[in-house]
């Protein structure tokens, strides 16, 4: 009996000590575990952010860089970079952080959103990417091929898991007694989250709209579901729903382009953008750019007359030449370069929203008054940019006519995307084919081109997969020219 005791005395002796020395070696500094609130504003705010619009705006012709060779501008595109996958990493490690806590559902519904961002963004800009088996890397139930060496999905597969990632938000959200602490876009407003997450299904429906012949997408019908079934299924009803993310003035978390010294010397406004505000006679324009030099203290900075766009299909020497003169517009320098807070990013605006429902409208796939959608898409953008007071004026100016609605809309889409939305303007243009863009002496190619080559890391590490995702599009090469599923439309 003495010999029991003491060996349960012992192992109660080595319990307890083993214990302590996990106890003293833990390092509160780098704790193994981080709840999902303590992620949540930084996947916020590197998913949300404007983080590429120097290239951006070179390439559908809002910007015109003089002086320097600009690759984005003469469309001698760069390989692509898969840096959305680190912020995928962070998101995932907040779906982890989820696990088995209902109360967490609201954090989890917003991964899920978050991933859809960064994957859509992923697919418009390459095709086929890794998706059902991306980010497995710390998942040790898998293989280690699928772990490190993932395939890539196809771009429709891809849409229907993201369509569906969004559904999942949409039922988690449903529960508006959840909270959400670290939300640096609602302030833990659940009713928004799930408005959001289904007016960005209406986003990429309506980006789908050469698809509607497809039997597994649908994309009209889908659209017209949520339309007529705002209980279940509520969409942003105002522009103060709308998800925009605000800068701060901050190490790390200022407006992108604050000091940008390339931005601020080398850029005017392009003619393609700026023709068309003179010919609305926007006074968004006014807020886009700066009178020409040459015009200062001849012409008041709110005539247009005082506006001149470059033309970025010019060669470069000629492009800096005409900059040179003083008879061209440099982009406002005052509100792209100078504020370190800038404007807000745009996520997913209500101006967009309306956008979309007045397109659907025109294309016969919802029962909707595409001339209201379009003038509220105005309204609230006109609000965003301090232009209120022209409002009235501008829509019967430029009143919705159904004989070409659907180029009025994007024109609008066009404008509303000025130092916005990233590539989301090359995404639409690629679909729609607006704006036209002249391709001439400027330029490397003939045409706008329509993806990024994939990263020269998946050359190094997954080039196996790789080649195999460019044999299943029918690209020739991995070229910038080369359509994906999406644009492929015989």
């Not at 940008?260 to 968004?284: A, T």
């Not at 007071?389 to 404008?415: K, M, P, S, T």
Request: with cysteine; net charge negative.
């Amino acid at each position: 009996m003495k010999k029991i005791y003491c060996l349960l005395f012992t192992v109660w002796v080595m319990t307890l000590f083993s214990c302590q020395v996990e106890k003293y070696n833990a390092d509160p500094n780098n704790p193994m575990t981080v709840s999902p609130q303590v992620l949540l504003p930084d996947v916020l705010f590197y998913s949300c952010r404007n983080g590429n619009e120097r290239e951006c705006s070179l390439l559908t012709r809002y910007t015109v860089g003089v002086s320097d060779i600009q690759d984005w501008q003469t469309y001698n595109l760069p390989r692509g970079s898969f840096s959305q996958y680190d912020q995928l990493r962070n998101i995932t490690k907040m779906q982890e952080a989820c696990a088995g806590n209902p109360q967490n559902n609201a954090y989890l519904a917003i991964a899920h959103i978050l991933r859809v961002h960064n994957f859509y963004t992923l697919t418009m800009l390459y095709g086929d990417v890794p998706y059902s088996e991306a980010l497995q890397g710390e998942n040790m139930d898998k293989p280690v091929e699928e772990r490190f060496y993932p395939s890539y999905d196809r771009q429709k597969s891809i849409f229907i898991g993201l369509l569906n990632e969004l559904e999942e938000a949409n039922q988690l959200l449903k529960d508006e007694s959840l909270t959400i602490e670290g939300d640096i876009i609602y302030e833990g407003d659940i009713k928004k989250w799930r408005k959001l997450a289904n007016s960005y299904k209406l986003k990429i429906l309506i980006m789908l709209s050469n698809r509607t012949d497809d039997a597994d997408l649908k994309p009209a019908e889908a659209f017209a579901r949520i339309i007529a079934d705002p209980l279940n299924y509520p969409i942003f009803e105002s522009e103060e729903e709308q998800a925009q993310l605000d800068y701060l003035n901050s190490q790390g978390v200022m407006y992108p382009c604050y000091n940008d010294l390339d931005m601020r010397n080398k850029r005017f406004i392009g003619d393609v953008i700026c023709d068309l505000l003179v010919s609305l006679k926007d006074p968004r324009l006014f807020v886009f750019a700066q009178p020409a030099v040459s015009f200062s203290g001849e012409i008041p900075a709110d005539d247009f007359r005082a506006y001149k766009g470059l033309d970025a299909s010019k060669a470069l020497t000629d492009v800096s030449a005409d900059a040179a003169t003083g008879e061209y517009s440099r982009i406002n320098i005052n509100r792209y370069t100078s504020d370190p807070v800038g404007e807000p990013a745009l996520f997913l605006s209500y101006s967009e929203l309306m956008l979309a429902k007045a397109e659907a409208a025109v294309r016969g796939w919802i029962s909707a008054d595409a001339s209201l959608c379009y003038q509220e898409a105005i309204r609230a953008s006109f609000n965003y940019y301090g232009c209120e007071a022209d409002y009235e004026d501008y829509v019967v100016r430029n009143a919705f006519d159904e004989n070409r609605g659907l180029e009025q809309i994007c024109q609008q889409r066009y404008i509303l995307f000025f130092m916005q939305g990233d590539y989301e303007s090359w995404f639409h243009t690629l679909r729609t084919g607006y704006p036209h863009i002249e391709c001439g002496k400027g330029q490397m190619v003939s045409q706008l081109p329509y993806r990024l080559r994939y990263p020269q890391n998946e050359i190094d590490v997954n080039q196996e997969h790789m080649e195999e995702a460019l044999s299943a599009q029918g690209f020739q090469e991995d070229a910038s020219d080369q359509k994906p599923w999406i644009f492929d439309i015989m």
